[in-house]
């Protein structure tokens, strides 16, 4: 689950083109000119302060340093909160990148110390045009590769849903036991591509205590709450049903947005980042401990979007795509230890050692892919 602590995919429609890529900074300095050049965002508990308030149309690199106590993030929005990019976890003393690729607009960037609310916002202004990564051949055909897979994990998705609010529904909370993690392996697959849409995310997957004030818990984990901690599903049915229907919604608008090439890279490490910041953890399913399907599933949908862009980095950096195969095959073996079944052993059933050893491989994986969304975006 994104959460208000975890990373936000950037989004982006066919309209809007946005491409955003993030990762460590070798320096807080940075010019802030045009689309090739750094933008310097002085972050504290207080003020965000952006060295610009526009840039010429293009990527466009901001460099976030968070000189205040807080752990912080960054956003820029499209209006109606459309997030275009995101960097989170920024902890004090430390500085972050932020690639995002923008049409001509107005947009809004914030800081959101403490990493909750609306943040401290500014305007960001976008002019004049360039040519979209897509109009590279390889990188278009990575995207329309994607977006297939994306349709065949939402079709499942839809359907393992609907058999578990079903069984939510007749009172056979056994059934809906077993369905809670199958159901959960397709969003968990292409769950960045979910959290392009705003508040649809924590309706369908936020933990209790992550609700900005006035927000309900609902979604998967209040059923799975439900399930495991009450026992009691009897008045489960009217929020199995909203389930449903936001994932449905998120669905139909899965399959009608375009994505970039640029998010597609993003996404592949935001996924290792979901698995890192609340799977080894198991703050993720903190109920059912059903974390190692999360896990596994994340892994399988950051995989899918480096095998989409497989061509286009082979052409730009065939070692890279070496180690990502590595990498790729090294965590997959270290999971494969803790198979049970057609699915997996419960988190608490892993020694703090197995968990050791898990944590290791996603972050050695992380940082080859870390470098994937720069050399897509040409940086």
């Given amino acids: 689950m994104r959460t208000p602590r975890l990373l936000a995919l950037v989004a982006a429609a066919a309209a809007t083109v946005p491409l955003a890529a993030c990762g460590d900074s070798g320096d807080g300095d940075g010019a802030a000119t045009g689309a090739s ?27 976030i340093a968070n000189k205040g106590a807080k752990v912080t993030e960054f956003y820029v929005y499209a209006p109606g909160d459309r997030v275009m990019g995101e960097v989170e976890n920024i902890a004090p003393g430390l500085s ?56 065949s994990q939402t079709g499942a998705l839809i359907e ?6 079903n069984a939510i529904k007749a009172g056979d909370a056994e059934k809906a036991k077993a369905l809670f993690p199958v159901a959960r392996t397709y969003w968990e697959r292409i769950e960045p ?40 599903i009897s008045k489960s049915g009217p929020m199995a049903d909203r ?14 947005a375009t994505l970039s090439p640029v998010q597609l890279a993003n996404g592949a490490k935001e996924l290792l980042d979901e698995v890192a910041t609340g799977k080894i953890t198991g703050e993720e399913d903190r109920y059912s401990h059903t974390d190692l399907w999360d896990f596994a599933a994340n892994v399988e949908g950051s995989q899918a979007a480096i095998a989409a862009l497989r061509p286009a980095l082979e052409e ?3 070692a890279l795509v070496k180690t990502l195969d590595e990498r790729f095959a090294s965590t997959e073996a270290a999971l494969e230890k803790h198979r049970s079944g057609d699915g997996w052993k419960l988190h608490n059933e892993l020694s703090q050692a197995d968990l050791k050893v898990l944590s290791d491989e996603i972050n050695a994986l992380a940082e080859p892919i870390s470098k994937v969304a720069g050399l897509v975006a040409g940086k």
């Fill in 37 to 63: 050049d750094k933008i310097t965002v002085d972050a504290s508990d207080t003020e965000c302060k952006v060295a610009s308030s526009e840039s010429a149309a293009g990527t466009v690199t901001f460099t």
């Fill in 96 to 151: 972050r990148d932020l690639i995002v690729e923008l049409t001509a607009g107005t947009y809004e960037t914030a800081c959101k110390p403490g990493m909750i609310g609306k943040g401290i916002r500014n305007g960001f202004k976008v002019s004049g045009s360039a040519a979209a990564l897509t109009e590279d051949a390889k990188l278009g055909q990575a995207t329309t590769d994607y977006q297939r897979y994306v349709k």
């Fill in 160 to 165: 393992k849903t609907t058999e578990f609010v």
């Fill in 193 to 232: 591509v979910a959290e392009i849409f705003g508040d649809l995310d924590p309706q369908i997957d936020g933990r209790e205590g992550d609700q900005e004030p006035g927000q309900e818990f609902t979604g998967f984990h209040k059923l799975e709450k439900d399930l495991w901690v009450t026992k009691d």
């Fill in 243 to 256: 389930l449903l229907t936001d994932v449905q919604k998120i669905v139909d608008e899965a399959n009608k």
């Fill in 316 to 318: 730009k950096d065939a």
